[in-house]
T-cell receptor
Framework: EAQVTQNPRYLITVTGKKLTVTCSQNMNHEYMSWYRQDPGLGLRQIYYSMNVEVTDKGDVPEGYKVSRKEKRNFPLILESPSPNQTSLYFC??????????FGSGTQLSVL | QKEVEQNSGPLSVPEGAIASLNCTYSDRGSQSFFWYRQYSGKSPELIMFIYSNGDKEDGRFTAQLNKASQYVSLLIRDSQPSDSATYLCAIDSGGGADGLTFGKGTHLIIQP
């Protein structure tokens, strides 16, 4: 089954404790991206990647890191999480950056 | 700064009626237009896309695009309670290099 898999689904952590949210797709898509969704602000892009070893900042990249060492994986790293990064996070992939296929989301709470 | 504007709603429509969702955008260079449906607590799901001026129909859904007015809409005919969701308008300004810009969504409620 074609899918984008994110883990974990829920995560509660404390300020400053490094964490990684994993994302993997099995559709051989070149394009992958991360979004965060907040009430009243909608979906905002954090980072995107056009291909292996090619990443670029989206609209809200501060406090986040990504890497794209393999085509299928695109982890999101929070080196020192803060409470303002509490949000619902979505990973997405696409054959060309347009028709996005979303993962099931990660609800992150930073205390 | 690319902007995509949607009325947040809620938009309440009786079952069986036509639901009309609207979206305006600021970037005249926008080339591709998408509608995503998002159920509460779930991920967005692509339901329609349109590239050219005019109407595009897919089952009960019709997307309408007017580039001159910078306006895109989604019509849902014979609305069902299962259509109750938040509908996100998304715009690509060309090439897909920096992804889509999303509106904040319209919350649609279909009343049985």
């Amino acid at each position: 089954e074609a899918q984008v898999t994110q883990n974990p689904r829920y995560l509660i952590t404390v300020t400053g404790k490094k964490l990684t949210v994993t994302c993997s797709q099995n559709m051989n898509h070149e394009y992958m991206s991360w979004y965060r969704q907040d009430p009243g602000l909608g979906l905002r892009q954090i980072y995107y990647s056009m291909n292996v070893e090619v990443t670029d900042k989206g609209d809200v990249p501060e406090g986040y890191k990504v890497s794209r060492k393999e085509k299928r994986n695109f982890p999101l790293i929070l080196e020192s999480p803060s409470p303002n990064q509490t949000s619902l996070y979505f990973c997405a992939s696409s054959p060309g950056g347009e028709k996005l296929f979303f993962g099931s989301g990660t609800q992150l709470s930073v205390l | 700064q690319k902007e995509v504007e949607q009325n947040s709603g809620p938009l309440s429509v009786p079952e069986g009626a036509i639901a009309s969702l609207n979206c305006t955008y600021s970037d005249r260079g926008s080339q591709s237009f998408f509608w995503y449906r998002q159920y509460s607590g779930k991920s967005p799901e692509l339901i329609m896309f349109i590239y050219s001026n005019g109407d595009k129909e897919d089952g009960r859904f019709t997307a309408q695009l007017n580039k001159a007015s910078q306006y895109v809409s989604l019509l849902i005919r014979d609305s069902q309670p299962s259509d109750s969701a938040t509908y996100l308008c998304a715009i690509d300004s060309g090439g897909g290099a920096d992804g889509l810009t999303f509106g904040k969504g319209t919350h649609l409620i279909i009343q049985p």
